[in-house]
Every structure is written in structure tokens, then in C-alpha cells.
């Protein structure tokens, strides 16, 4: 097994064999997830998908406003909603290899005997879906800056910020779907994405779409203690700047302590992911459940 | 083990007719309901992760200032959103899954009627999630103190039934369609979410997207279904209608028979070309 192969290795060695199992199911990932269509389909699969979920948001402010997209928490609820297609994207992605590769491909024992690293194994398989996520972050952002007035200008974003928080942000992420692929070891295949399912329960907690001030006073603690809400923050801080600092919920903190805070629970988080494994990895090896098949 | 081997067990009578088609409604349906009681998991993932996906919807109301009823509107659609993701997952794809899995060869050999399969699976489903739907809509409904006022109680148990029956016939007819499919029908499926749950307005009254846009979105029977329960459910859901009741009543019907002829006729027509063109057991992964 993968977990004895490397048990005497060194440092070096470990690290190599990881790299090699994250490179390759990067690989794999994309070929799964891009191979299926001509690209013309896959293009259009790409963007159809974000635009109506942020269509579903723009009805439902414009109906109640009557259209009125000038207002600073328009820009504050679509940008929140176009960056969390991340969030959705990459937890998926990580999480559903261990579905994938266990019921529908059915190599995940083939995967467990091979010699690799299966926590870099599972981040590998996620980034196919964060290179199409971002696609959709990118469309959506264009569609938005065109046609609801967003306000972006490229001269006043502060870029360094953005692309700092953009990656401490993905990382986190597939820190936490790795958090969930342990999980989907133990449990069986529903129907629905449990990395979907998980990101659409944040959308809650995040303060992705509406200000945490919104939530009841004993909500609010759980969306402090969620590294997305500050992610998220820094974010729209980097591309809109004033606009972002006049919502009271997190005004009170520099860009460096978002950051710290940030990096602090992404941390946490990779701690987490390692508990999470080992115990789950285990569990899983003692109940028999690495060739599990569920089909209800 | 021949029969002389075991001469002491009584022979096993063989259902036929519609008897071996109910006992295969009952089969395919079997594994649905238990598979709940086997795996708690959906609890937490599909019912407690839900409320708080569409608890996300209603604080966006409430940030923007929207009238109460429509949290009311946002908790019904989001109670609904978990038909449509079972008739796209367990419903439309599902074949393609089974073909993949190595069962669809299986249930073709087998001498039961693959329309008992597709109605098992739609039967088991129905139960299994009206169970999270119901408790979606409860929870729901007390956390933000939705207040319903019903109207006429068989009128919307007809519109309910009705859109559910019309809903799963257009999942057992995508679902022969998905037969002759390869990985596209997964993507297709995934594609099928955000896009449908606009159209059909989950979150919000359809007739907002324009009377045209309305009438295309109709053909998923949830469109016309949420709205007419929406009616039946708000006082104000009339005014937000986009069709009178019995109008949608009757569409919803239409539709049903619709749906239900084109899933027998296709699933026929379907297998005789997969068969023809050797797609049952072929796996383009």
C-alpha cells in the first residue's frame, strides 16, 4: 500500500513521489474533464453554467430594487457570488476524485496499490476544475463589468493584494476539499456533489452575498470562523476598493490582518486535512470500504 | 444446483405479466428507500446542508428589503430544488451510471420490462425525497416563520402530484436518451442545475423573466408547478402568478401524459438503436 511504500522514505524522496502523483492526476483531471466534447460545447458548458447562477442573483436584486445596480451592494453580492464559483469549484473537484475513481472508474484500489501519494493525488484532480472555475470567474466578471455596471477599472486595482489573497484563497480551499475527500472515503455515493453541497451551505456563512450583519447575532461566530469570509473580503477590497471598506463587517481590519487571519486558518485548515486523512484513511482500510460501490 | 440435487425445495413460481412488472417497480424502488436507512449521511449532506444553501437566498431578500412573502417563495423552491436534482441525478443519468457500473446489461437480460425499471427508480426516488423536501420546507419554514395560507388543500395536492408525476416522466424519457450518451450525459446533467433553477424561477416568481421566456421555461414541469403552488400557498402568490390555476393545472397534465407517452416510446426506440450500434455495455471513460 501507498502508506508502507514510503513509510522508510526520505523527506526528499516523499516529497518527489508527491509532486509526481500531484502532476499527473492534474493531468488525468483535465483529460476527464475537458475530453468529453469539442471544444466549442466545452466552452459554452463553461459559461453557461456561471452566468445563470449569477443571473439568479441579478432577478432577484433587480425585482426587488427595481434595477437599481448603482447601489454599492450590488457590486458587494455579485463580486462575493462570482468568486465563490471557486469555493464550489475546487472543494468539488478535490472531493469527487474519491467518488469518481471509486464507483464510477472504479480504480480507486488500483490508485491505493500504485505508488503515490493520494492526499497530492486528490489536489491533482482538483485543479482541472479550478482552471475551468476560473474561466467561469473570468466571464462572469466581464459580464457583470459590461452590462450591470460594475464598477472595475484595472489602473485601481491593487494587484499585488489580489493575486496574494487569489492564491492563499485556492489554497485554503483545496485544503478544505481535502478535508472533504477523507470524508467521501467513509461515505457512500449520494447523488448529489458533497463538494457542491458544502460550498452551497457556506454561501450562508461566508458572507459571500450579503453582509454577516444580516445574519442572526448567535449565526454570526460561525462566519467569522470561516477563512472564506475573509478571503472573500480581501478580495473585494484588491478590485473595488472604497466601495468594499463601506460595509461595516470587517472594516475595523487591515489588509495585513485579513491576511494573517487568512494564512492563519488556512493553516488550521491543512492541519485539519491531515487529522482528517489518517483517521478516515484508516477507518476506511478496516471497514473495507476503498472498493465500496453504492449504487442505490 | 440442478433440480434433482435439491429435490426438497418447492419449485419457485415465476411472476409475469403485470405481476412480474409491479414485483420489478417494487425491486428498483426497494434500494432507493433503504438505501436512506443504510446511509445516514444524507442527513447531514442533503437535508441540513440544504436548509442552510437556501437559508442564503432568504437573507439576500432580507438584505435588499424584499417583502416577507417572498422568504415564503424562496423556501418552496428550495424544498423543490431536491425533486430536480434527483430526477437529474437518480433519474436522467442514471442509465448512463448503470451502463457505466456494468448493471444496464443486466436489467436488459433480465425478462423484465425496462419502463418497470424507470418507474422503480422513479417511485424509490419520489419517496426518498419527498422525505428531504418535506423536511427542508418544515425546517424552513419554522426558522423563518413562513406563514402559508391554503387556498383550496386538493387543488394543490393535484398541482403537487401533478408536477411530480410530469417531473419524473421527463426524467424516465431523458433518461433513455442518456442511454445513447457517454460522458457527455454527465455534463449535461451537471449543466442542468443553475440554468433550470432561473428559468424555472426557484428563487423567485417566473413571470419576472418576461411572458415568452415563461412560456419556454414551462416545458420543465416545475416551472408551472411552483407557480401554481405559489398561488395556492401566498396571498399575494396570485397577483405574482404567472397563469391562473387551472390553466397550469392543465398544462401540467398535458405535460404528464406527454412526458410518460415519450419516456415508453423512446426507451424502446432507444434501446433498439444502443442495441443495433453496440452502446449497451460499451464505457467511453
Known amino acids: 500500500m501507498s502508506r508502507n511504500v514510503y513509510s522508510s522514505a526520505s523527506f526528499r524522496e516523499r516529497w518527489a513521489a508527491a509532486w509526481r502523483s500531484f502532476r499527473v492526476a492534474t493531468w488525468l483531471g483535465w483529460q476527464i474533464e475537458s475530453n468529453w466534447t469539442d471544444p466549442f460545447l466545452f466552452a459554452v458548458y463553461s459559461m453557461v453554467k456561471p452566468l445563470a447562477s449569477a443571473a439568479i442573483l441579478v432577478v432577484m436584486y433587480g425585482v ?219 477507518q476506511a482500510r478496516e471497514k473495507g470500504l476503498i472498493d465500496q460501490t453504492t449504487n442505490y | 444446483m440442478n433440480r434433482e440435487a435439491r429435490p426438497f425445495l418447492p419449485p419457485v413460481p415465476k411472476a409475469s405479466g403485470w405481476r412480474l412488472f409491479l414485483k420489478t417497480v417494487v425491486a428498483r424502488a426497494y434500494p432507493r428507500v433503504i438505501g436512506q436507512q443504510r446511509e445516514r449521511s444524507w442527513i447531514f449532506f442533503d437535508v441540513f446542508l440544504s436548509i ?76 426518498a425525497t419527498a422525505l428531504r423536501a418535506g423536511a427542508i420546507l418544515l425546517v424552513g419554514s419554522l426558522i423563518f416563520h413562513v406563514h402559508y395560507t391554503v387556498g383550496s388543500l386538493p387543488a394543490l395536492i393535484a398541482v403537487f402530484v401533478l408536477t411530480l408525476a410530469a417531473l419524473y416522466g421527463l426524467g424516465m424519457m431523458s433518461a433513455s436518451l442518456f442511454l445513447l450518451w457517454g460522458r457527455e450525459a454527465w455534463h449535461l446533467a451537471n449543466l442542468a442545475q443553475e440554468p433550470i433553477y432561473l428559468l424555472s424561477g426557484f428563487y423567485f416568481p417566473v413571470k419576472n423573466l418576461g411572458f415568452w421566456v415563461a412560456v419556454g421555461a414551462s416545458i420543465i414541469p416545475l416551472t408551472l408547478g411552483l407557480d401554481a403552488m405559489r398561488q395556492l400557498l401566498f396571498p399575494s402568490g396570485a397577483a405574482l402568478g404567472f397563469l391562473s390555476v387551472p390553466v397550469e393545472v392543465g398544462v401540467l397534465a398535458v405535460l404528464c401524459v406527454l412526458f410518460l407517452a415519450a419516456a415508453r416510446g423512446l426507451l424502446g426506440y432507444m434501446e433498439r438503436v444502443a442495441v443495433r450500434e453496440g452502446r449497451l455495455l460499451e464505457s467511453r471513460r
Open chain 1, 64 to 282: 426587488i430594487t427595481n434595477g437599481q445596480f448603482q447601489h454599492p451592494i450590488f457590486p458587494y453580492i455579485y463580486l462575493g457570488n462570482a468568486f465563490y464559483i471557486y469555493v464550489g469549484a475546487v472543494m468539488t473537484g478535490v472531493s469527487w476524485a474519491v467518488i469518481d475513481d471509486r464507483e464510477h472508474y472504479r480504480t480507486l484500489k488500483y490508485i491505493y496499490v500504485a505508488p503515490i501519494r493520494i492526499p497530492a493525488y486528490w489536489l491533482g484532480r482538483g485543479v482541472a476544475r479550478f482552471l475551468t472555475g476560473s474561466f467561469a470567474v473570468l466571464i462572469t466578471l466581464a459580464a457583470g463589468v459590461l452590462f450591470l455596471h460594475v464598477p472595475f477599472h484595472p489602473a485601481r486595482v491593487n494587484w499585488p493584494l489580489f493575486l496574494l489573497s487569489l492564491t492563499l484563497g485556492v489554497v485554503m480551499l483545496a485544503l478544505m476539499g481535502l478535508v472533504l475527500a477523507s470524508i467521501s472515503l467513509m461515505i457512500a455515493h449520494h447523488f448529489f456533489l458533497i463538494g457542491e453541497a458544502v460550498a452551497g451551505a457556506l454561501y450562508l456563512l461566508s458572507g459571500a452575498i450579503f453582509p454577516l450583519e444580516v445574519l442572526p447575532p448567535w449565526l454570526r461566530p460561525l462566519g467569522f470562523a470561516m477563512p472564506i469570509t475573509y478571503w472573500l473580503e480581501l478580495i473585494r477590497r484588491s478590485l473595488l476598493g472604497d466601495v468594499a471598506r463601506g460595509f461595516p463587517t470587517l472594516s475595523g481590519f487591515t489588509n495585513g490582518q485579513l491576511l494573517g487571519i487568512l494564512a492563519g486558518l488556512s493553516v488550521l485548515f491543512g492541519l485539519m486535512a491531515a487529522v482528517a486523512f489518517r483517521l478516515c484513511d484508516r
Open chain 2, 52 to 127: 442552510l444553501a437556501v437559508s442564503a437566498y432568504v437573507f439576500v431578500y432580507r438584505a435588499i428589503g424584499a417583502p416577507e412573502e417572498y422568504v415564503g417563495f424562496v423556501v418552496v423552491g428550495g424544498a423543490m430544488t431536491a425533486f430536480w436534482l434527483n430526477v437529474l441525478w437518480s433519474m436522467s443519468s442514471q442509465l448512463y451510471w448503470e451502463k457505466e457500473s456494468g448493471n444496464l446489461a443486466l436489467y436488459i437480460m433480465a425478462p423484465n420490462s425496462m419502463m418497470a425499471v424507470l418507474l422503480g427508480m422513479a417511485l424509490g426516488g419520489i419517496i
